[in-house]
């Protein structure tokens, strides 16, 4: 039974037989291997073309990606209500700013300079902005606001309006979601730290100098306050100086104080955003390069300026939007 003929065809059934299931195997194991690879390779195909759309400016992907959260959306205007045609449109030029603005700043001369005698000038500008205004209204003193306004008991007196009309005036004309310091010596003076951006609101005026006293008081306590608001929000990444007066040789204390605390702060982006001299001016005219100057269309040249600062590095830390003069 176990001879070489018998055992013969068994072995070569088995062998066969083997063959076969090995065959099978192989099959399926190549199968299985052209299948892992293909799914390898639409996943790396997958991963190639998202990347490219994170890559892409235009994608919205990569704008998503690149979205900065740290942003606040402002709009400032100055030197406004000269004549009786810009007083007539002020209120449409308030009520026509858009419902992003997180809040309004006015850097000054709301009125024209021969008007200090009595309330009305001042009165129509705050029933205006508490009328018409979206958000909460930050003001900064012009030298038409008081300081041109003549004698002392004139400047006097128009300070006395100022402060009866707009000091703490964002207290009346929005909700306000933050704090805001003031200095206890000028409680003009005021600042608000939000999303690692610190502003600061200072009195700085233009004009003539009538008393040397008064006005170097004026830029100590103003250069004291900037610097006690930076030691206070250390942390803030971007610094927005609002104020009135262009920069002159009147306010070089203040301003060569400035551009030494901006070089000791390096990293941080430094805006001195003012009016005055009525036309959009957009340079680095100090000492210190990070610190960016805007000087602002007057209020009969254009509506308020649309302004984003942001404090992400992927993101400018400021935008401006110049807008079109309102039409009644």
């Not at 606040?72 to 100055?78: E, N």
């Not at 207290?171 to 003076?189: C, F, I, M, P, Y």
């Amino acid at each position: 039974f176990f001879s070489s003929n018998n055992c013969s065809p068994i072995i070569y059934s088995a062998i066969d037989q083997t063959k076969n299931e090995i065959k099978s195997i192989t099959m399926n194991v190549l199968a299985t291997v052209v299948a892992f690879i293909s799914t390898i390779a639409l996943c790396l195909a997958a991963i190639t073309n998202a990347t490219d759309r994170l890559e892409d400016p235009t994608s919205t992907s990569h704008r998503q990606l690149q979205q900065c959260r740290r942003c606040i959306s402002f709009y400032a205007h100055a030197d406004t209500n000269y004549a009786r045609e810009e007083r007539d449109r002020f209120p449409l030029q308030v009520e026509r700013i858009p419902s992003d603005a997180n809040f309004i700043v006015h850097l000054g001369d709301l009125k024209g300079v021969d008007e200090c005698k009595s309330d009305n000038p001042y009165s129509v500008v705050a029933d205006a902005y508490m009328e018409h205004a979206n958000a909460p209204v930050f003001i900064v003193p012009g030298d038409n606001d008081w300081y041109d306004c003549g004698s002392r008991s004139a400047r006097q007196r128009g300070w006395k309006l100022w402060e009866k009309y707009f000091l703490y005036f964002y207290n009346r004309s929005g909700k306000l979601s933050w704090s805001v310091d003031h200095q206890a010596t000028r409680t003009e003076n005021f600042a608000f730290y939000k999303k690692r951006i610190l502003f600061i609101g200072v009195h700085l005026v233009g004009g003539d100098i009538k008393d040397e006293n008064e006005w170097n008081d004026m830029l100590k306590d103003n250069l004291r306050w900037t610097k006690v608001s930076l030691e206070k929000y250390s942390r803030a990444s971007v610094v927005v100086i609002f104020a009135h007066a262009a920069p002159t040789k009147k306010h070089q204390y203040y301003f060569d104080g400035l551009s030494k605390i901006a070089t000791s702060n390096k990293g941080t982006e430094f805006l001195y955003l003012h009016g005055d001299h009525h036309r959009w001016k957009e340079d680095r005219p100090f000492a210190a390069k990070n610190i960016k100057r805007v000087m602002l269309d007057q209020g009969a040249i254009a509506d308020p300026t649309h302004i984003k600062t942001c404090s992400c590095s992927n993101t400018p830390a400021f935008e401006f939007n110049q807008r079109r003069l309102s039409k009644k």
